[in-house]
């Protein structure tokens, strides 16, 4: 399927790598259809819409910035999942060019059943964001 982004152009994608979002995703209710895009070497990644060519949300491993979420089950049961390892989690990430920064969405990290290829926003409260949400535990091989 041909796509048009505003990012990256025309793309010519596989129908069966686009993941689902049957309830879309908090402000965009109305875009149901995704596509991972890699964004050159490092963790983060586009989470493009398909059929909204200016909707695009950078994402990448909550891992990769030191965080480590807790999904409780019943977050995966929403989206079909039956095999704790086909969950993938990406947070959304913002750029703050002036300052050099990087903000973390953590309350609303996007849990995926790579199965399946569907997915959703979770919405953590902020009161219950240490309950789910550690740091990352790094082992040292050296």
């Known amino acids: ?72 089950r019943d977050k995966g049961e929403v989206i079909g999942l039956n095999q704790p390892e086909d969950m993938m989690v990406l947070i959304m990430v913002s750029f703050n060019r002036e300052r050099m920064n990087i903000r973390p969405h953590l309350r609303g990290p996007l849990l995926f059943n790579v199965a399946s290829r569907v997915g959703y926003q979770w919405s953590i409260d902020s009161r219950e964001l240490q309950r789910y949400v550690s740091e990352a535990r790094h082992v040292d091989n050296a």
């Open 1 to 72: 399927m041909r796509i048009e982004t505003t990012r990256f152009g025309f793309l010519d994608l596989d129908e069966s790598i686009f993941i689902n979002f049957p309830w879309g995703i908090p402000g965009f209710e109305k875009i149901k259809r995704f596509v991972l895009l890699e964004q050159g070497e490092g963790p983060f990644q586009w989470l493009q819409a398909v059929d909204e060519p200016g909707v695009a949300f950078v994402v990448c491993p909550p891992e990769s910035l030191g965080m480590k979420y807790k999904v409780p």
